[in-house]
């Protein structure tokens, strides 16, 4: 099967920096993929790691390695709606060639002003 | 474009009862997926489906559930003889195979299911 672990809270102040960790155990690893969820709200993508390396989108990057079975996401210049649960998932192999998303139980980042 | 929807967005319903939950994925999108949200807690994966191949059913918690997709577009989560540890958010996501990013899925709102 496969586990990942990420923390479950963190709290930042306004225009910090933050970054949320995150290690796997899986089998049929194919990348790491990053989504935010607002509370009441559906999750929505913010970045893949198919490679190692940094992955940069905006004020969101992106890290992956795979030898160390870990990766991060990094939230700069910290926004008081950046305030949500972030969640980590695994793209896996599974039947055959199907392929899923294995998640993380989610980390709840609170911005404070 | 629409999004990908589902219907109903809330379900309340009897210990015992049969439901079912939709889901339209974006147009094109040939991959879908069933999850389940707990309250506080992650996404649990149920099932996916890809195009004409069989589904990957592994996630099912149960022979209770099961889901369709028909013509490879909308699909329907049925959940037989509810329990009360049925109630969670159940989140519909497609994504296009062949994406340069494949860890990508697009989320619809989820169906909140309640059962009494």
């Known amino acids: 099967g496969q586990s990942l672990e990420q923390p479950s809270e963190v709290t930042a102040v306004e225009g910090a920096i933050v970054q949320i960790n995150c290690t796997y155990q899986?089998?049929?690893?194919?990348?790491l993929s990053w989504y935010q969820q607002h509370d009441g709200g559906a999750p929505t993508f913010l970045s893949y790691n198919g490679l190692d390396g940094l992955e940069e989108t905006g004020r969101f990057s992106s890290f992956l390695s795979r030898s160390d079975s870990y990766g991060y996401l990094l939230l700069q210049e910290l926004q008081m709606k950046d305030s949500a649960s972030y969640f980590c998932a695994v793209r896996v192999r599974s039947s055959g060639s199907a392929r899923q998303l294995t998640f993380g139980s989610g980390t709840q980042l609170t911005v404070l002003p | 474009g629409a999004g990908v929807s589902q219907s109903p967005s809330n379900k309340v319903t009897e210990k015992g009862k049969d439901v079912e939950l939709r889901c339209d994925p974006i147009s094109g999108h040939t991959a879908l997926y069933w999850y389940r949200q707990s309250l506080g807690q992650g996404l649990e994966f149920l099932i996916y489906?890809?195009?004409?191949?069989?589904?990957?059913k592994s996630g099912l918690p149960s022979d209770r559930f099961s889901a369709e997709r028909t013509g490879g577009s909308v699909s329907t989560l049925t959940i037989q003889r509810t329990q009360q540890e049925d109630s969670a958010v159940y989140l519909c996501?497609?994504?296009?195979?062949?994406?340069?990013?494949?860890?990508?899925?697009?989320f619809g709102p989820g169906t909140r299911l309640t059962v009494l």
């Open positions: 489906f890809q195009g004409n191949s069989a589904p990957d």
């Open positions: 899986t089998s049929g690893f194919y990348g």
């Open positions: 996501a497609s994504s296009f195979k062949g994406l340069l990013k494949e860890g990508e899925q697009f």
